[in-house]
């Protein structure tokens, strides 16, 4: 059983920068694909970054790309997202996930354990 628990989120302005962190406790965190998703009011839940197990892998939505970084620590069990040049459409509750394998997949079915989500949102 992993754990998880995202943190960092709230209130920021269009064009401003928010970084979310997500710690993970149970498991073997450094052996796991990890994953960032989010959700719009009335909107279903999407992939936005993913990192493989050694964190050499690295993968986007495409209209995060070069706005957004996804990081991770397996000494300390934690995975990061950066968020810059946010947007108003960027406006979601963002979840963390974990995939009890190495390597990234881009649909939530995939994923294993998930965090109870942090609001993010951007105000114009």
């Known amino acids: 059983q992993v754990l998880l628990v995202e943190s960092g989120g709230g209130l920021v302005q269009v064009g401003g920068s928010l970084r979310l962190s997500c710690a993970a406790s149970?498991?073997?965190?450094?052996?796991?694909?990890m994953g960032w998703f989010r959700q719009a009011p009335g909107k279903e839940r999407e992939f936005v970054a993913g990192?493989?197990?050694?964190?050499?892998?690295?993968y986007y939505l495409d209209s995060v790309k070069g706005r957004f970084t996804i990081s991770r620590d397996n000494a300390k069990n934690t995975v990061d997202l950066q968020m810059t040049n946010l947007k108003a459409e960027d406006t979601a509750v963002y979840y963390c996930?974990?995939?009890?394998?190495?390597?990234?997949?881009?649909?939530?079915?995939?994923?294993?354990?998930w965090g109870p989500g942090i609001q993010v949102t951007v105000s114009s």
């Open positions: 990192i493989n197990w050694t964190g050499a892998g690295t």
């Open positions: 149970g498991g073997t965190f450094s052996r796991y694909a």
């Open positions: 996930a974990c995939r009890r394998g190495r390597e990234v997949y881009t649909h939530e079915r995939y994923y294993d354990y």
